[in-house]
């Protein structure tokens, strides 16, 4: 049962377009959104959360979204940068979670200069 | 401030060998959580542990263990290894001991190859 779904495997983006990347839950129990991105042969690297309180969140050139009626989250980057090259992933958790965070697949970014 | 750390970072053994991979979590982080990233995959939880305590397990066999010490560092082991574990194992931490607005912080993994 994928709680969280990224539906899309992989983007490609001209450099300093916008990149959205997007994310569906099924669990209504998630109240904690994440960002994570990945290089390969490292760690995820957190990069933004959102509560279920808020429908917006913004550091710098990273925001995400979150729509609760549709159970949807996006992660914007503007302007997109080849750095931004890499896996991200979306995550959730949840207070009756039992204490751990369900991650999806994951959506390579790919960022042409 | 020392992020997590996990020894080793890369290694191979044969089928049927056991193997511990270890975690040291930030400091003062309480909960360790391990995951499992095989090619193509998400990130795939295997357990968490918060005060020596396991609180939650993935859908993995009974030859997927762990443990956290007093210390909070934690070790999770395989054994009877089978080709399919072949993977990268992430270990991530965490400050808060409730699950929601939980972030958690990952280590560079431990790369596991099963010939």
């Known amino acids: 049962d994928q709680q969280v779904k990224q539906n899309s495997p992989s983007l490609s983006v001209q450099e300093g377009r916008i990149s959205i990347l997007n994310c569906d839950y099924t669990n209504s129990m998630f109240d904690y959104f994440l960002w994570y991105k990945k290089y390969p042969a490292e760690g995820p690297t957190f990069l933004i959360s959102?509560?279920?309180?808020?429908d917006k969140n913004e550091d710098g050139r990273f925001t995400v979204f979150l729509n609760k009626s549709a159970k949807h989250l996006s992660l914007h980057i503007v302007p997109s940068q080849p750095g931004d090259s890499a896996v991200y992933f979306c995550?959730?958790?949840?207070?009756?979670?039992?204490?751990?965070?369900?991650f999806g697949a994951g959506t390579r970014l790919f960022v042409k200069a | 401030k020392a992020g997590v750390t996990q020894t080793p970072r890369y290694l191979i053994k044969t089928r049927g060998q056991q193997v511990t991979l270890s975690c040291s979590p930030i400091?003062?982080?309480?909960?360790v959580s391990w995951y499992q990233q095989t090619p193509g995959q998400g990130l795939q939880f295997l357990f968490e542990y918060f005060s020596e305590t396991q609180r939650n397990k993935g859908n993995f066999p009974g030859r997927f263990s762990g443990r956290q010490f007093s210390n909070s560092r934690s070790e999770m082991n395989v054994s009877t290894l089978e080709l399919g574990d072949s993977a990268l194992y992430l270990c991530a931490s965490s400050l808060l001991g409730e699950s929601s607005g939980n972030t958690i912080y990952f280590g560079e993994g431990s790369w596991l190859t099963v010939v």
């Open positions: 400091s003062g982080h309480r909960s």
């Open positions: 995550a959730a958790n949840a207070g009756t979670g039992g204490f751990k965070t369900i």
């Open positions: 959102i509560s279920s309180i808020k």
